[in-house]
Each structure stands twice: as structure tokens, then as C-alpha cells.
């Protein structure tokens, strides 16, 4: 062979192992790089390395483990040849023919290998694990049964099983493989056929049989200090049997499988195989009567025929640690009398808490936002969110929503790979109406929107643009050699182009890494295109839930990220949290886990990308355990920048967790606990034609005993059989109060409407019923919006509002309110008339005035232009099909417009 071809192969050899490197570590690589853009690369580093300790480790146990005990079986074999050929066995003829001793130690060597491989995948995902164990923290209390600090529990405990079962699988598996070789080479020794014979065969067995019990014997000290976290009994955690039958029972077994490993190992010197048999046959019959028929016999006999007594002292602790596991301890209970003496003059105080009640239910109103300001097929919002926002010096509550470019709704004349991964790159802007505000054509009041942004209350946005958001799944270039589009103009079929200056994603600067990236997202393209530049990034895991679990999946995240606008930019906010199920004696709840808190709050750059983990909760345990395997990942709360801090709200997932289980949880006396005399349910309402629970909705009012209106978020409960109202459950939002939860129970003397009784009434009122019917019967549908609660003055109003939408339309519109309180029910085309319906025309000047529509300044009449264009539109395809009826109330809409274009619009 020549030098050049030498030279060749040897190019060749180098290129086929840097492509198989590339190729494999692609994924890797990409993360390394995501890593370090986000500014984490330590949290990649510890992950990527603790990960691979713990395989190494577990790889090189079952190795050793198993090569050792291949190896001490190699001492009981004889390897030597036989000559005479008439009387070979199969192991004569293997030795004869291929097994020499150091063939059979490679051979033992190999096996060993594939069994630690084989077995590795237990180490999976458990590094975490094995490094919360290394640095646990204490709850700083500790369970009533062991008196061991929590912290054992959620961060011991599990380790410790864990190594339990790498134990009894090696041993196991050690047993099963010399167990075979024994067998294929000395079969009448290891079988027992040549009487009077114990060999090394039946030491060496022996002694992975003892210790198996001896590792058995831990596994019952672990499963008698878990019956903490028992979910046999009444409730969840040791009652009674556990206590009396299973916790001696465990001890018990754990002597006995103790006494097993001892005969075993002594029947190595006596060889009596009958005490061996008969100690196995004890351990089974114990076990089969301890963990069996002794527990169920002592329940059915001893505790049902007297259980609350029985059970009593352990039901404490479940209560007692149930509210503790998920914060339910630190509620405050106050009486709220539910008066019925409000009057219009209370009303005209409260005046705040009125012009925020929220008419516009986030359901229809998605509807309206879609046909309004999506502006283009290829936008989308994909929920409404809530917040508040200081307007004008006063709190206002709104409904907002990102503009996100949603690519599944490109044309599919347009669905390539430039413009899909090019050139339509992100979403722009949102939409923003006040939560209480309406046109008199039943629409929302956008006080922001528009392309390009716009807004009329002076909300700053310098940067729009959405490129990390709710929609954004796919991988993006930025920086091409075409400018990316922007937003269409507003005049004719033309667009506003541009180029991408932010932080966010990764320099695609050299070939080799267009190389890594083409291999880790599967596309070709992205080596041949030639609209890559070195000036070109490339932006990936932009789905923001996708991003925070791509950096932190250790925390449990909230399904409902929101929009905020913070100095001029676009911030998402997305509640974290820590959970576990190995808290003691807690009730766990519907998903499984029994300890749960907010402790973190995530916040990511729309525009760049960044992601900022804030520690809100530094005395939760786990969290402070995350902090110490992850250092400086997570910042203190004073660390987050103001106007964002003043954002923050109490996530509705988390209150909704807290009300089930508040539901029989704030009955702290054991006996109405167990006799469920005062259970409760989460308030019902209609939606739609359907019954289902309330959701915990956000509004602004003056809590009993304070002095000024505030942000809260609050549910009402309902007793378990009735549907009068007994509760209401409220968490507070702002300020240094943020977290703070308050639970107003309402005087048991006297019955309090529930939400569904008064649904009820309004479908029983004849005025109001009559009128839902007869718009029914006229081609529009009747969408009932949220019913709200609202504690006013020591009294209670209820609020629904109604939504008319027509079959042919998508766009519904708010046309009445409806407002109960006390014996009164009235409904009105706004809730100002609804009120003065109910409190009599003494009522002062209206509580909510109609804000100026949401106009584009300096003139521009793009957006009444389009909605007139809409409707227009709409009335001659209505025209054509001979629905008159639609086309005339197309022409009233358009009509209506037209009246709000001239009042308002400067010439």
C-alpha cells in the first residue's frame, strides 16, 4: 500500500469518526450551546456530569459485582482436558474443544460488561435523586410516628430505595448467572445428584442467597418507617393496623429474613439442606400471615366495628399534616356577615371595585379578539390573560393577550422552508381591553392593539416583537441574507420588514456548526441553503414551556403563562412549582402528589429569550435543596425588577389545588372530619348548557378591615349536598401582602345564595327568562359569562353577563347584565342599569363610564376600516344567500360604526 493511499484512508477514518461524533452529539452540543446563550451552562454542567457519575457508578457496581463472583466460580471448575473421547460430557467437550481459563475469563469479562449495561438503565434519572440526598435540607418538623424530620422522608427515603434495588438486582442477577455455569459445568455437584457432596458451588450460592436476605431484612426496616405514607387505611398515613399489625409485622420479618441469611450461611459448614428449607418456608408463611391475613383480619374484627376510635389519634395527623403539606395552615379565617343593608351611596364609595368587575368572560372574548385584532389569518392568540395595570392613577383590571404568528395558519402557497424558517419569524404585539369596558355595539374597548402598536392610555411598548412565546415551536433564522417579516402595512398588500438585533439564539458563524445543527434538527437545509450568513443565528426551544423545562424540568410548571409589559418590553411570568409525594401523613391530591408550593417565579424575555428563575418562597425545603445542587440558578425575589414585581398575582392552579383539599381539610375536629358533617365543595355555575365547578377568578375590591381596594384572586365554596353559599376563599396579590390567604366563612344561622340558586333565578325570573327565549328562537345563541361574586361592604352582589352571538357569526357581543343581590334580580344593557334597576334611580353618577374607543392616533383609520370592510362584506354574502335578517343586522353593526367614526375621529 503507497503512502498516498495510506494518507487517504487514514482522511477517510478521521472524517467517518468526526461525522459518527457529530452525528451522535449533536443533541448535546445544541444543548451545550443553548446552555450557555440562556447563561446556564453550570446547571448543563452539573446535570450532564452528576447524570454520568451516577451511570458510571451503577455500571461499574454491576461489573465488579458480577465479574467477582464469575471469577470466584472459575476456582470450582476443572478445566482439565480428557483424553478418551467415549465418555465426554458437554462441559468435557467444551473444555476439550474451546474453553481454556483465559478464554473464560474474557468470556466472564464480556458477560459482566453486558450485564452492567444491561442493568443500567436503572441508574436512569436518578441523579437528581442521589444528590438531593447528598445535600438535604430539613423541614424542620418532624413526622409524629419515627420522629424523623420530614426532610428524610422527600430526600432519604428514596435514595435509600434506591440502593435497595441496585442490591436485590445484582444479587439476583449474580445468582441466575454462576447459578448457570454451575449448571453447564458441574451439574451433579450444584444439583446435589452425588450424595453427601457441598462443594464451593453451594457455598458461593449460598451466600448470595443470605445476603439477598440480608438486604431483604433492610427492605423491611424502609417499608415499616414508609407506612408514614400508607394509603391502605381510612386516610392517607399509619392508622391503626399499621401501627399495631404492620410496623411489629415488618420488625418481625425483617429477624426473621436475618435468621434465614444465618442458617444459610451456617448450612455452609453443617450442610443440613432441611433447617435451610424449613426457615425459608417460616419466612414465606410469616410473611404471607403478617402482611396479609393478620391486617385484614384486625380491620374487619377490631377496628370497623369501632373505627373512630380507633383511628382517632392518626386521623389528627393526617389533618394536622395535610394542612401544613399544602399551606392550608397558614390561612386566616375571619366571619363575613353577608349583610343585606348595601345601598347606593355604598356603591358610589366603592366605586373602584365596580369599574373593575370583569363583564368580559376570557371564553367569548377570545372569539371577539380573533375577529378584531388578528388583523391577519397567520396571527393568533392563543388565550386571554388577566392582570392590572396602573391607567390614568388608578388601578385598572384588563384582559390582554400576546399576538403570536402562529405558521400551521400560513397560506399553503407560502408554507416553504424560507419563509417558515426565514422569514415569518415572529408574532407582534398584543391586544388589551378593559375588563369592564363596552362599546354600545357590545364590543370590547381595546385601549392597545393595532399594527404597529398602538395604544391610548400611554402603555410604552418599544419592543413588540414576540419571538419566544406560547406558539413558537419550531427552530427560527435570524439574520439571513432576506430581512424577516415584520407586520403588513397598512396600506395595500405591502408589509414592514426587519432584522433581528436581540440576544437571543445561537451564532451559526462557522460551517461546522450549521453542520451540528442540520444533524440535531434533521434538515439538510440548513448546510445548502445559501440564505445563512455567518452573521445568522439560530434561535430553538422558543415554546416557552418547553425552554424552562429544557433548562429546570425538576419543577412542576403552571399551564398558563401571562403577558406582561414591563419598561417598554414583552415579559412572560409562569409560575413554578416544587412537589413531592413522600410527605408524611398528608392526603395526597387528585394528581398524585402530597406537598406542593409556589416557590418559583419564571420570567422570560419575549424579545431575547432570557430566562430568570426567582426564588419567591425561600423557606420551602426542596427549593433551598434545588439551590444547593444548582448554585446561583435561582435569584432573590428583590433581585426581579419592580414594574414586573408588580405583576405578580397568586396562580389559579395553585388556589385551585388549595380549595379541594380546603374543602374537608378546614374541618380541623376529627370527629366532623370523619363524619364529614361540614364538608364542602367549590362553588358551581353554568357555562354554556353545562354545570361545572367555578374557576378561581382575579378582581379588585376592599377586603373586610382594610382601607383601600386591592388586587385578590377568591372562590366560593358551597356545603357538600347544598348549593346555598358557606364560604369564600381569597388570596391577596399585591404588595407585601402578595400570598397571603384569607378564608371568610359566612354565618351558619342563615342561608346565603350560592352561585347555581342563583342561576337558578334567573332562569326562573319571568322577564329575564322570557327574553333568553325569545333570543334563542331568532337565530343568535345565548353564551352566559362567568357569574362573579363579589363581596361588597359586608354584603354580597352577583354579576353575569350575556353574550348574544349569531349562528352565522363568530363575534359575539355583550349585550346584558345581569345583577342579583338579596331578593332583587334585574338585568340591563349595562351593568350601571342593572344596578339602578336593582338599588332604585337614587343610584349617583355611573359607576363605569365607557372609555373613548381604542383609536389609532393621527388619524389613521385602519382599524375602524377593516371592521367596516368586515361587516360590509358580511352583509352581502347574507344579501346573496336571502338572510335578510342577517343582512340587516350586518347593516345596523356597520351602521353603529360608522356613527362612532364620526363622533370620534378629527378631520
Known amino acids: 500500500m503507497t503512502i498516498l493511499n495510506r494518507i487517504r484512508i487514514a482522511l477517510l477514518s478521521i472524517f467517518l469518526a468526526g461525522f459518527t461524533i457529530v452525528f451522535l452529539g449533536s443533541h448535546y452540543i445544541a444543548d451545550w450551546y443553548f446552555f450557555s446563550e440562556v447563561g446556564l451552562r453550570h446547571v448543563f454542567i452539573t446535570r450532564l456530569l452528576s447524570d454520568g457519575g451516577v451511570r458510571l457508578a451503577v455500571i461499574s457496581f454491576f461489573f465488579l459485582f458480577f465479574f467477582l463472583n464469575l471469577l470466584f466460580s472459575t476456582r470450582s471448575l476443572n478445566f482439565t482436558p480428557v483424553s478418551s473421547r467415549e465418555s465426554w460430557t458437554l462441559k468435557e467437550y467444551l473444555v476439550n474443544r474451546f474453553i481454556t481459563r483465559r478464554r473464560l475469563i474474557i468470556f466472564y469479562l464480556a458477560v459482566s460488561l453486558f450485564g452492567a449495561f444491561f442493568f443500567s438503565p436503572l441508574a436512569a434519572g436518578k441523579w437528581l435523586l442521589v444528590q438531593q440526598y447528598l445535600k438535604a435540607g430539613n423541614f424542620g418538623l418532624a413526622d409524629p410516628l419515627f420522629h424523623r424530620d420530614i426532610g428524610f422522608y422527600v430526600f432519604k427515603l428514596p435514595f435509600y430505595r434506591f440502593i435497595l434495588s441496585l442490591l436485590v438486582t445484582a444479587l439476583i442477577g449474580a445468582a441466575l448467572v454462576t447459578g448457570f455455569f454451575y449448571l453447564l459445568f458441574a451439574p451433579k455437584e450444584f444439583l446435589g445428584l452425588r450424595q453427601g457432596v457441598f462443594s464451593r458451588h453451594h457455598a458461593h450460592f449460598s451466600i448470595l442467597i443470605a445476603l439477598l436476605f440480608i438486604v431483604q431484612a ?95 389519634p392518626y386521623l389528627r395527623f393526617n389533618i394536622e399534616y395535610t394542612r401544613r403539606a399544602f399551606g392550608l395552615d397558614r390561612i386566616k379565617t375571619q366571619e363575613f356577615p353577608a349583610r343585606d343593608s348595601l345601598t347606593p351611596a355604598d356603591l358610589e364609595q366603592e366605586r373602584s371595585a365596580l369599574e373593575n368587575i370583569r363583564l368580559w368572560d376570557y371564553r367569548p372574548l377570545q372569539q371577539t379578539y380573533s375577529q378584531l385584532q388578528e388583523i391577519r389569518s397567520y396571527y393568533s392568540f392563543k ?88 406558539l413558537t415551536g419550531d427552530y427560527i433564522i435570524t439574520g439571513g441574507r432576506e430581512a424577516e417579516f415584520d407586520y403588513p402595512s397598512s396600506s395595500g398588500d405591502n408589509f414592514v420588514e426587519n432584522r433581528y438585533d436581540g440576544s437571543g439564539g445561537v451564532p451559526l458563524k462557522n460551517y461546522l456548526r450549521r453542520v451540528i445543527f442540520a444533524f440535531r434538527f434533521k434538515d439538510y437545509r440548513l448546510i445548502a441553503s445559501k440564505e445563512i450568513t455567518p452573521e445568522s443565528k439560530i434561535l430553538y426551544y422558543r415554546q416557552i414551556q418547553e425552554r424552562v423545562r429544557k433548562i429546570m424540568p425538576y419543577l412542576h410548571y403552571d399551564n398558563d403563562p401571562y403577558l406582561v409589559i414591563a419598561g417598554g418590553r414583552l415579559y412572560w411570568i409562569l409560575d413554578a412549582y416544587t412537589l413531592t409525594n413522600m410527605y408524611p401523613y398528608a392526603e395526597p391530591a387528585e394528581e398524585g402528589f402530597n406537598y406542593i408550593r409556589n416557590s418559583v417565579k419564571v420570567v422570560i424575555d419575549a424579545y431575547n429569550g432570557t430566562v430568570n428563575y426567582y426564588l419567591i418562597d425561600p423557606d420551602d425545603p426542596i427549593s433551598q435543596t434545588l439551590a444547593k445542587i444548582f448554585p446561583g440558578l435561582f435569584k432573590p425575589i428583590t433581585a426581579m425588577d419592580s414594574e414586573i414585581k408588580q405583576h405578580l398575582r397568586y396562580p389559579p392552579e395553585l388556589m385551585t389545588i388549595q380549595a379541594k383539599m380546603l374543602a374537608n381539610y378546614h374541618m380541623e375536629n376529627p370527629m366532623l372530619f370523619y363524619n364529614k358533617e361540614d364538608a364542602w365543595n367549590i362553588a358551581e355555575e353554568m357555562v354554556g348548557n353545562e354545570r361545572q365547578a367555578m374557576e378561581p377568578y382575579y378582581t379588585v375590591l376592599r377586603l373586610p378591615g382594610e382601607v383601600r381596594e386591592e388586587y385578590i384572586l377568591m372562590l366560593p365554596f358551597t356545603p357538600a349536598r347544598r348549593v346555598n353559599m358557606v364560604a369564600w376563599l381569597a388570596a391577596r396579590n399585591d404588595g407585601p401582602n402578595y400570598g397571603q390567604l384569607l378564608l371568610y366563612t359566612f354565618p351558619k344561622n342563615r342561608s346565603i345564595y350560592g352561585p347555581m340558586q342563583i342561576e337558578a333565578r334567573i332562569d326562573q325570573d319571568p322577564v329575564i327568562s322570557q327574553q333568553l327565549t325569545l333570543w334563542d328562537q331568532h337565530g343568535s345563541q345565548v353564551i352566559r359569562g362567568n357569574l362573579l361574586v363579589l363581596p361588597i361592604r359586608e354584603s354580597l352582589l352577583y354579576v353575569e353577563p350575556l353574550f348574544l352571538q349569531s349562528q352565522e357569526s363568530k363575534l359575539p357581543e355583550l349585550r346584558q347584565v345581569i345583577v342579583a343581590y338579596g331578593e332583587k334580580i334585574a338585568m340591563a344593557n349595562t351593568l350601571d342599569n342593572a344596578l339602578k334597576a336593582v338599588f332604585g334611580e337614587k343610584l349617583p353618577a355611573p359607576p363605569i363610564q365607557e372609555t373613548k374607543p381604542f383609536l389609532p392616533p393621527n388619524g389613521n383609520l385602519a382599524t375602524f376600516i377593516q371592521e367596516a370592510n368586515r361587516l360590509y362584506n358580511e352583509a352581502q354574502e347574507k344579501l346573496k344567500q336571502g338572510d335578510w335578517n342577517g343582512y340587516g343586522e350586518n347593516m345596523q353593526k356597520l351602521g353603529r360604526l360608522l356613527q362612532e367614526m364620526q363622533q370620534n375621529i378629527q378631520p
Open 218 to 312: 433492610w427492605g423491611f426496616r424502609l417499608k415499616a418507617l414508609d407506612l408514614v405514607r400508607s394509603p391502605k387505611g381510612l386516610f392517607f398515613g399509619a392508622g391503626y393496623t399499621d401501627i399495631h399489625v404492620l410496623l411489629p409485622g415488618y420488625n418481625i420479618l425483617a429477624a426473621i429474613s436475618l435468621a434465614c441469611a444465618l442458617l444459610i450461611l451456617l448450612n455452609t459448614l453443617r450442610r443440613n439442606f432441611k433447617l435451610v428449607v424449613a426457615g425459608i418456608m417460616a419466612f414465606l408463611l410469616a410473611y404471607i400471615l403478617i402482611v396479609f391475613i393478620l391486617p385484614a383480619t384486625v380491620q374487619k374484627f377490631q377496628v370497623e366495628p369501632n373505627e373512630f376510635v380507633r383511628e382517632e
Open 383 to 470: 388565550d386571554i390573560d388577566v392582570d392590572r395595570y396602573i391607567l390614568d392613577n388608578r388601578l385598572c383590571q384588563v384582559m390582554l393577550a400576546a399576538r403570536e404568528l402562529d405558521q400551521e395558519k400560513l397560506p399553503d402557497r407560502a408554507k416553504n422552508w424560507i419563509n417558515e424558517r426565514i422569514r415569518y419569524t415572529h408574532g407582534y404585539g398584543l391586544a388589551m381591553n378593559p375588563a369592564s369596558a363596552i362599546t354600545s355595539g357590545g364590543q370590547p374597548q381595546f385601549i392597545a392593539g393595532d399594527l404597529p402598536f398602538q395604544s391610548n392610555v400611554g402603555l410604552q411598548l418599544n419592543e413588540p416583537r414576540i419571538y419566544y412565546g406560547e
